[in-house]
């Protein structure tokens, strides 16, 4: 079975800096897909980036960018330049190529302070 | 597109009572999730359908719960009876996925329904 870890159950970062939310993954399979949702305050589960592990050059989605490191089976995502509105619950997740079934981690509560 | 559409967005009930949680996917979508999120155990699948045939619904908690999909418009999940532990926030969600696609296709998630069972 998948595992997702996140390790930081809480971060907080200034405006305008940038921040590194962690997450590591367990799986026996080649071929999947990885994930970062956004949950705000509004309780809305919104896709930040995905990556598919077959590709080697690590997503990038404006201010979001991950670090993929498949040997290491680690999928971090880095926010630059944060803003107040990405104050949020970070879900990393996980889904294997031949499944359908997302494996979501425990979370991280980023706090961003003006 | 409007999105994935949940309904109620609150539900505040007494244990025993019947609940009905409903889900409009995304027009065109193929696949449709129902997911529970609680402080103790996270996001957890409880059902899966393709093309509105449920194919898996290992993660119904119990025979209380039920979830039917009569067409590729709308879906249901039903508590009866509910109990004070279904308290949490219900997540529909869906995707262009088709049965064999696995997870090539992003799910894309409603607003939630936050559940009281009291």
């Known amino acids: 079975a998948q595992t997702v870890t996140q390790s930081q159950p809480e971060m907080s970062v200034q405006e305008a800096e940038t921040v590194t939310l962690s997450c590591t993954y367990d799986t026996s399979e080649n071929n999947y897909y990885l994930f970062w949702y956004k949950q705000p305050p509004s309780r809305q589960m919104i896709l930040v980036i995905r990556q598919e592990a077959y590709k080697q050059q690590n997503a990038t989605e404006n201010r979001f960018s991950v670090n993929f490191q498949k040997a290491a089976k680690s999928f971090s995502l880095k926010i630059s330049d944060s803003q107040l509105g990405d104050t949020a619950m970070y879900f990393c997740?996980?889904?294997?190529?031949?499944?359908?079934?997302?494996?979501f981690g425990k979370g991280t509560l980023l706090t961003v302070n003006p | 597109d409007a999105g994935v559409i949940q309904s109620p967005r609150h539900e505040v009930t007494e244990m025993g009572q019947e609940v009905t949680l409903r889900c409009k996917p995304i027009?065109?979508?193929?696949?449709l999730f129902w997911y529970r999120q609680t402080m103790m155990r996270g996001l957890e699948l409880l059902i899966y359908f393709n093309n509105n045939v449920p194919i898996d619904d290992s993660g119904m908690p119990e025979d209380r719960f039920s979830a039917k999909m009569p067409n590729a418009s709308f879906s249901t999940l039903k508590i009866q009876p509910s109990e004070p532990r279904d308290s949490a926030v219900y997540f529909c969600?869906?995707?262009?996925?088709?049965?064999?696609?696995?997870?090539?296709?992003?799910?894309?998630f409603g607003p939630g329904t936050r559940l009281t069972v009291l």
């Open positions: 027009s065109g979508h193929n696949s």
């Open positions: 997740a996980f889904c294997g190529g031949s499944n359908y079934k997302l494996t």
């Open positions: 969600a869906s995707s262009l996925a088709l049965l064999a696609a696995g997870c090539t296709d992003t799910q894309y």
